[in-house]
């Protein structure tokens, strides 16, 4: 099993920036897919990011251009660069990992979401216009 914890959420205005961090433990010399989901109530969670083992990733349409996903396996800490906020980029943003798939070519289908197995409890991130 691995733990997520995220951390660096915020409130911003339009335009600013802001920079997500997940810090594994546990089981983390196994390798996982990693990904950033979020979600406003009373909608459904959604991929925003992801990133498989050999770096390569991949955005949801939304925040292509704006957002980067990263990782730096010394620290076993996920990163989520988000430029250019926009107020509907307004969520709670959770990071997850999945050893049952290791890649996808759509982060924001909701097949993919349900294969992901751990969770971190979520980082508030408010933008305002």
């Known amino acids: 099993q691995v733990q997520l914890v995220e951390s660096g959420g915020g409130s911003v205005q339009a335009g600013g920036s802001l920079r997500l961090a997940c810090v594994a433990s546990?089981?983390?010399?196994?390798?996982?897919?990693m990904g950033w989901f979020r979600q406003v109530p009373g909608k459904e969670r959604e991929g925003v990011a992801g990133l498989e083992s050999n770096g390569d990733t991949i955005y949801a349409d939304s925040v292509k251009g704006r957002f980067t996903i990263s990782q730096d396996n010394a620290k076993n800490t996920l990163y989520l660069q988000m430029n250019s906020l926009k107020p509907e980029d307004t969520a709670m943003y959770y990071c997850?990992?999945?050893?049952?798939?290791?890649?996808?070519?759509?982060?924001?289908?909701?097949?993919?979401?349900?294969?992901?197995?751990?969770w971190g409890t979520g980082t508030q991130v408010t933008v305002s216009s």
């Open positions: 997850a990992a999945s050893s049952l798939i290791s890649h996808t070519s759509n982060i924001e289908a909701i097949g993919v979401r349900r294969l992901f197995q751990y």
């Open positions: 546990g089981h983390t010399s196994k390798t996982y897919y």
